[in-house]
């Protein structure tokens, strides 16, 4: 048996689209990190990092959400492709994903709604670099369904997990500047397994108020 340590993040909720995808039965331990729980001493014998997700799969331990969806779409040989061209597609939109919106994302939102004081180069800097890694998004698109071209995959979940997120960053016009990936998460939003995985998110409930609590929990480093 499969289990997941689940907190409604993005980087959580690409995981769980994987699981419903290929089907897999598996059991939720949640994870609230407003609370702190990711610094107990029982989930960093999972994730020494101390976020989430993470999964424990038969005895194997697989922790950050890109190596998850890695290790299972390789596991079970489905949602990244055999071929040279649409696996080198894949790794490499992965990791687009891995490497600049996901780390651009977070500095964006966290600037604009977590950081203490509102600092304006900060979020002039992560905003409009999240919008040039969009706008690269939104050319690749134009050309083709989905991230490896015509083939669903891995990438695809990565990027989705960010993308619903994205009115965070952007405000109340969300994606409508990059009518490209609007149009992919459009085609995301019928997928199933995102219904699936929207519908744990909602199945689950976590603390949501910025304390000073959540605060040390989520940004401990900030008060060394």
């Known amino acids: 048996m499969l289990n997941f340590y689940f907190h409604a993040t993005p980087n959580s909720m690409k995981v769980a689209v994987l699981l419903y995808e290929l089907g897999l039965p598996f059991d939720v331990t949640a994870i609230d990190i407003f609370k702190g729980e990711q610094h107990s001493e029982a989930f960093r014998a999972i994730n020494p990092n101390a976020k989430v997700p993470a999964i424990v799969d038969d005895g194997v331990t697989v922790f950050d959400s890109h190596a998850i969806l890695l290790y299972l779409a390789e596991k079970h040989g489905r949602f990244i492709a055999d071929e040279a061209a649409g696996r080198a597609a894949t790794l490499s939109w992965l990791q687009f994903v891995a490497t600049g919106l996901s780390p651009f994302s977070g500095q964006a939102i966290h600037f604009l709604h977590y950081a203490p004081e509102k600092l304006p180069y900060a979020i002039n800097r992560y905003v409009r670099e999240l919008g040039r890694h969009y706008a690269v998004l939104d050319g690749h698109l134009a050309k083709f369904p989905w991230l490896a071209g015509q083939e669903y995959t891995i990438a695809d979940m990565a990027l989705w997990g960010w993308a619903a997120s994205a009115g965070y ?54 008060a060394a």
């Open 169 to 222: 960053a952007f405000g109340e016009k969300g994606l409508a500047d990059y009518p490209s990936v609007q149009r992919f998460m459009e085609q995301m939003a019928a997928r199933p397994a995102v219904t699936q995985a929207l519908a744990l998110k909602q199945d689950h409930s976590f603390k949501s108020e910025l304390d000073a609590e959540s605060r040390r929990a989520l940004f401990p480093q900030n």
